[in-house]
């Protein structure tokens, strides 16, 4: 998540000084200004979440920012500076809207204090918008949660190309979504009224998948009792989804090709060619271009595959859905468990949304329905967390238990790994490590 942004007008430059420096220690962005009218004028190049303001200044005093500031920035709060005779005048304010008043001389530890409440609940609106945004906007996939500038991309690609009845290829990390990425394309597509089949190319021999796909005659081997109708056939009018498709073995790849080209299929012992209608959409956690080049996938097949490209991102890099996901996840399984789980305490959302996630959102999904299922309180805390995920919180340290050296150093890897988005070269530089050294070590703590 970005860090929050903070406006200070006072014409008093000590003021400003002041309350800037013990808010930038706190990792917000601040920016002081002499009067209303410049502080008011920022808005129109850059938003902020908070303002603290000074009643009476020069000019536009602080009743009227925060009237303006109520008016066309509603989601931003408003903090006002007052002197002692003046506090009647600040308690009108917050009639009026603001969020509370300090007193001058100010106090650094009040200033804080107050800060943190009002950001509290900047974030708590902004989490509640976006929720509601991800998961109710008209023009967006309803079953798929996010808001980042990612996620938007692959929103946007499925509004245009859902209703387009080319094919398809769906990449990305496992656990990222692919196939509901594939069942928003065919619900939005003329084709919805049909069948929506999905199989797994991955683990199956050529002849398991040739028989999965296109069926088979009667007594076209042994045991072949009678005849069956393929996936393929049975998404007539419909959508199929080839999951995995890099695990296609090569033969299979061949006749999927003359497949998509020509739109008929013969089945396994069958002589007499079966016209179907059918949408191809394919999905693969590895990069099939890199695939080509080393000449482990067929090229020609990818091309017909890949007629319009998504890519899914994985969950690491788009951490502000963190917090959509794990709400959208907890209302699905409290409801499901019937467990009267009120929330997530902030403990726990700082952890998960420090964590790498290897697995993506299949993975924060299994720890959201772990949790709640566990969960003997009123909110979810660090002890329904799995015993990793609990190892990053620093009170768990103080309260439960000491690192052993060896934890500790695990622990301060994943970290470097996380703030670097899992660059391996500039993790290794900034951990003083040759990257061999650091690769042997993710092997031997699990963290690759």
Sequence with gaps: MDRF???VIDDEPIVCREIKRGLSKENYDVETFADAESGLSAFERESFDLVLCDLRLPGLGGQDVLKHIRMHYPHT???LITGYGSVDSAIEAIRAGAFHYVTKPVKMAEIRLLTKRALDK????REREALKEALFAKDRPMEIVGRSKAMNEVFRLIEKVAPLDCTVLIQGESGTGKEMVARALHRRSPRNKGPFVSFNCGGFTEELI?????GHEKGAFTGANERKIGLLEAAHTGTIFLDEISEMPTPMQVKLLRFVEERVLLRVGGVRPLPVDVRLLAASNQDLADMVKRRAFREDLFYRLNVVGITLPPLRTRRD???????HFFDKYSHAFAKEVKGVSSEVM??????PFPGNVRELENIVERAIALSEETEISVRDLPSDLQALSISSL???HWLSLEEKEKEYIREVLVQTDYNRNLAAEILGLPRTTLWRKMK???LE
């Excluded at 900047?122 to 609106?125: D, K, T, Y």
């Excluded at 040739?210 to 296109?214: P, Q, R």
Aim: charge should be positive; hydrophobic fraction near 45%.
């Design 350 to 355: 700082q952890i998960l949304s420090r964590y």
């Design 5 to 7: 942004k903070i406006s």
């Design 398 to 400: 103080e309260k439960n």
């Design 321 to 327: 859905d963190i917090p959509l996901l794990v709400r």
């Design 122 to 125: 900047v974030a708590l609106v």
């Design 210 to 214: 040739s028989n999965e796909l296109f």
């Design 77 to 79: 709060e408003v903090i």
């Design 444 to 446: 031997r703590f699990g």
